[in-house]
Each structure stands twice: as structure tokens, then as C-alpha cells.
């Protein structure tokens, strides 16, 4: 795929070859781009008619959470491979006006803008028409629930339930890889702290349960370290020792 953006060209780019090899940006996957594979995202949904920005002054878009654009813009989950057919959905709780929506409860209810669409943009990481890595995957969208209008507000305990409800769906252990788990979330330590006490112990032990039961199951588990160089040491892979992606051309 030729003139593709710097975040797919990172992902083709040779051992030992600089960028400058690649003067098309070409970005080279298997035929098969991960058809059919479950990959399960555990984050706060997804508005499915989101579009990546590639207005005045911002081509390519540095930010793939970017959503609407007055021009010039590409229909992440419709286009292409039509993503957006073969979503599904798994909610944890209910939002705060006591319904589910398949949107991203990061956002106002109905919502758009710049603001940070956090699930919205894991997805187009993963396979949306412009960014993503894995354009015919079968995702599935575990989404924590928007806790005030605003969107957001999510709890420590809704990223529990929802790693919880994945390890649910496998009954068996494998020893064969039969899924893709992606954990882009961190819980503060602070939100765990009373005081100079650290409570943190029990959910952080349940967390290391259900990863190492997903493991075992023939889950392939995959988190980030932060965004744009910062690390950020309150994520599944520093305590449970999960791979890890190093975010740099994503929103935090």
C-alpha cells in the first residue's frame, strides 16, 4: 500500500534500513490482514462514523483520534474493507442515563470533536481504512461505560470487568494463539491511595490472575507504555509482564 502514513511505514521498516529507503511510504502486509481474527479491545468503545482529519494544515493527520473534518477526510470504519460490519460488542455496566450505546463513552452521548475518543482511536490503530494495521480482523469492542454526560468518568473497576468479561469468553486453555487482547487503559495508583496507604494490592492481584488465566487460554495479550516518550508506569505491562507498544503518534 503506497503512501500510506509514518505509523504503518514504522511497522514495514526493515532492520538496518533508514526511513529514507522507503520514498513512497509503502506499507507491506500479508494478504490475509489478520482476517477473521478476534481482537478484543477493552476501552470506551468507538463511534463507528468517525473520520480521520486530513483538513487544511494537517496532511497527514498527527493524531489518529482526530475525528471529524470539514474536508478531505476518509471514513475509517465504512471504507475499504467496511470494518464496521463485522463489530461487536460486549458493555460493561450501563452509562449513566441507565442505557448501552455502540459509541465511544468517552465523548458526550451524540458527541464530536477533537476531544480525546480514546476507544475511537485504538480502533483505527488496529484496523481503520487510513491507520490501521490489520485492515480485515474481527474486532470486538468491550466497552466500559460513560459514568456523566460528559463522557468518561470511567472507575479502576470497569477496566477489571471488562478484562474479566474477555476471560469469560474462553472456557478452554490452548496452546495456540486463537485471540488478540488490547489493554490500552492504566489505572493512577493514586486513585488507590487513602491517605500514604497503598489499597491497590487486591485489584492489581485479580489483574495478574486474569491475564495470566487469558495467557493460558491462548490469548495474545498487548498493552502501551505511554504516549510520545512518556512512559507511564501504572499499565497492565509493567506489573504483569505483558508486551508492550510505545505510543507515538497517538492521543494519551
Not at 474536508?71 to 470494518?83: S, V
Not at 461487536?88 to 442515563?97: A, N, R
Not at 481504512?129 to 468518568?153: D, E, I, M, N, Y
Not at 468479561?165 to 495456540?176: G, L
Amino acid at each position: 500500500m503506497p503512501n500510506s502514513l509514518d505509523q504503518l511505514l514504522f511497522v514495514s521498516q526493515e532492520q538496518g534500513r533508514d526511513l529514507h529507503f522507503y520514498p513512497d511510504n509503502p506499507y507491506f502486509f500479508d494478504d490475509s490482514a489478520g482476517e477473521d481474527i478476534p481482537v478484543y479491545i477493552v476501552d470506551t468503545g468507538a463511534t463507528i462514523d468517525n473520520t480521520v482529519s486530513r483538513g487544511p494544515g494537517l496532511s497527514p493527520p498527527a493524531c489518529a483520534c482526530m475525528l471529524m473534518s470539514t474536508n478531505n477526510h476518509t471514513q475509517e470504519f465504512t471504507q475499504g474493507d467496511n470494518i464496521a460490519s463485522k463489530i461487536q460488542w460486549i458493555f460493561v455496566g450501563t452509562d449513566e442515563d441507565g442505557t448501552n450505546s455502540e459509541d465511544d463513552s468517552s465523548i458526550p452521548k451524540g458527541g464530536y470533536g477533537p476531544g480525546k475518543a480514546h476507544g475511537t482511536a485504538m480502533l483505527s490503530l488496529v484496523t481503520g481504512a487510513t491507520v490501521g494495521v490489520s485492515k480485515r480482523v474481527q474486532p470486538v469492542l468491550v466497552r466500559v461505560p460513560r459514568r456523566q454526560p460528559s463522557g468518561g468518568g470511567t472507575k479502576p473497576e470497569d477496566w477489571l470487568e471488562g478484562v474479566s468479561k474477555v476471560n469469560d469468553v474462553f472456557t478452554t486453555q490452548s496452546t495456540v494463539s486463537r485471540a488478540v487482547l488490547l489493554m490500552a487503559f492504566y489505572y493512577p495508583r493514586t486513585t488507590f491511595m487513602i491517605g500514604d496507604v497503598d489499597y491497590s494490592l487486591g485489584f492489581r492481584t485479580r489483574m495478574a490472575a486474569l491475564l495470566q488465566s487469558l495467557a493460558q487460554k491462548g490469548v495474545v495479550l498487548v498493552t502501551g507504555t505511554g504516549n510520545l516518550g512518556q512512559v507511564n508506569n501504572t499499565r497492565p505491562c509493567f506489573a504483569h509482564r505483558v508486551p508492550q507498544v510505545g505510543g507515538g503518534l497517538t492521543c494519551p
